[in-house]
């Protein structure tokens, strides 16, 4: 499902660069899930972000379904995302101006035709399975943390992606609302078989997930 070989990223820092991730190899296979644990600042985010080809590497690849992110250009990368990648975030990432439904059809819009589904069934079937189908016209701010995290799942399941990129999805909630929003991530990932990278530094959390890698100052640690 995904390939990272070599991956390391530098980045300028004052007067210099600083090397911020060194040579990640790693793979990922269809269906696993996998917990990517480290201290803050240890480089996880930026891992993830280069997976997703949300940023570019200095060195190495990134192969996701078999395609190198390299040899895509801007436009190519948000398709493959758009198909292939889900988001889950530390601060739930909803567009402020759009509702809950109209959140969680906007990736089913992006997809266009093809897929065959009318977005708003499909969006407003996603709400109901977060348990939200009172909530389809409630703006992000009307709606509390866990509530904004469900409405985030919705919307990352909805166009069922083959792989679920989860960023310490449960950061920014109380820890029992935290553990119903990733009892509803476990659900609706089993349910899909969707293939899962979960970033987290809470090791009762990763060891749901079926192995851990570990980061420590941008290396994996054996
Ligand atoms: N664009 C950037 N410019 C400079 N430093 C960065 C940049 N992005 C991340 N860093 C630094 O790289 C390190 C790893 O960051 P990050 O991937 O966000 O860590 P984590 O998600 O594990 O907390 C941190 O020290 C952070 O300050
Ligand atoms: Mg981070």
Request: proline share 3%.
């Amino acid at each position: 499902m995904l390939r990272v070989e070599g991956l390391g990223k530098d980045v300028a820092s004052g007067d210099g660069m600083l090397t911020i991730l060194h040579e990640i190899d790693l793979a990922v296979r269809s269906g696993e899930a996998v917990a990517v644990v480290g201290a803050s600042g240890s480089g996880k985010s930026t891992l993830l972000g280069l997976m997703a080809g949300l940023d570019l590497p200095t060195r190495g690849r990134v192969l996701l379904a078999g395609q190198d992110l390299a040899a895509l250009d801007e436009d190519g990368r948000a398709a493959l995302r758009g198909r292939e990648l889900g988001f889950v975030f530390q601060s739930f990432h909803l567009l402020p101006a759009l509702s809950a439904l109209e959140n969680v059809m906007l990736p089913l819009e992006l997809l266009g035709a093809g897929n065959g589904d009318d977005p708003r069934g499909v969006a407003e079937a996603m709400l109901a399975r977060v348990g939200l189908a009172n909530r389809l016209d409630h703006y992000p701010k009307h709606l509390s943390g866990g509530e904004q995290q469900r409405v985030a799942l919705a919307r990352a399941f909805a166009v069922r992606p083959r792989l679920l990129l989860a960023d310490e999805p449960t950061g920014n909630l109380d820890a029992a609302t935290g553990r119903q929003v990733i009892d509803l991530m476990f659900e609706m990932n089993a349910e899909q078989g969707t293939t899962l990278i979960l970033v987290t530094h809470d090791e009762s959390l990763a060891s749901r997930c079926g192995r851990a890698i570990r980061l420590a100052a941008g290396r994996l640690q054996a």
